[in-house]
């Protein structure tokens, strides 16, 4: 089975840049970097959530982009993944861990919603 089978999701990749300006105030801006993209995103188990908190790590969700059609190698940790109204932050990219340019794995952090 592919892993493209397994994902359950269309996103949106957004790059998110830090900008002075000049009073130095940091403004956010966001650009699409990637659109439809097929990924899987699923909440972490208990133990991987207990290890993440011995590490001090904030994860809530794990991520997989398949590398079949399209190369999405430039997502990185500066960027944001956007599904519907939910937005995760990238806590680490993953990249190919099997050497195969099979998959993406990636860690990410559920967004407190705005409302």
Do not use: W
């Not at 109204?85 to 794995?105: G, M």
């Amino acid at each position: 089975m592919s892993v493209r089978t397994l994902c359950n999701r269309s996103v949106t990749v957004q790059q998110v840049a830090l900008t002075d300006d000049a009073y130095g105030t940091a403004t956010e801006s966001r650009t699409n970097r990637y659109t439809n993209v097929p990924m899987r995103i699923q909440p972490i188990s208990g133990s991987e959530a207990m290890r993440y908190r011995q590490q001090n790590v904030d994860v809530t969700h794990k991520a997989f982009v398949p590398l079949d059609l399209q190369d999405f190698t430039g997502i990185s940790e500066t960027d944001e993944v956007v599904d519907g109204s939910t937005t995760y932050t990238i806590v680490s990219a993953v990249r190919d861990i099997d050497l195969l340019d099979h998959h993406l794995e990636f860690e990410l952090r559920r967004l407190k919603s705005a409302v």
